[in-house]
């Protein structure tokens, strides 16, 4: 991964009171959908294809309760090809 997982925890622990809900979002081909959205299996779900269709933004939004739950979230998508984290 390249970026700074140390620096990431402290922004986080900066800007949420954890437990607190947290917004994922990420872009992926239509056919990596299902995998995204295997990251949080409970979250709330919205999609938005983009204007050809050749990809769909995905947010989730789900309670996390610490930050390292969400760098963890985060490690797993980064396996998913051609996935976008924004």
């Known amino acids: 991964m390249s970026w700074d997982e140390k620096a990431f925890l402290e922004k986080l622990e900066g800007a949420h009171q954890f437990p607190d809900n947290y917004t994922f979002k990420f872009i992926v081909k239509p056919e990596h959908q299902a995998q995204v959205e ?15 269709n050749k990809y769909v933004s995905i947010t989730l939004n789900q309670k996390m309760n610490t930050s390292k739950e969400v760098v963890d979230v985060y490690k797993r998508a980064h396996t998913i090809e051609g996935i976008i984290a924004l």
Not at 38 to 52: E, F, I, N, Q
Request: no cysteine.
């Open 38 to 52: 295997a990251l949080l299996p409970d979250a709330d779900v919205k999609l938005k294809p983009s204007s050809g």
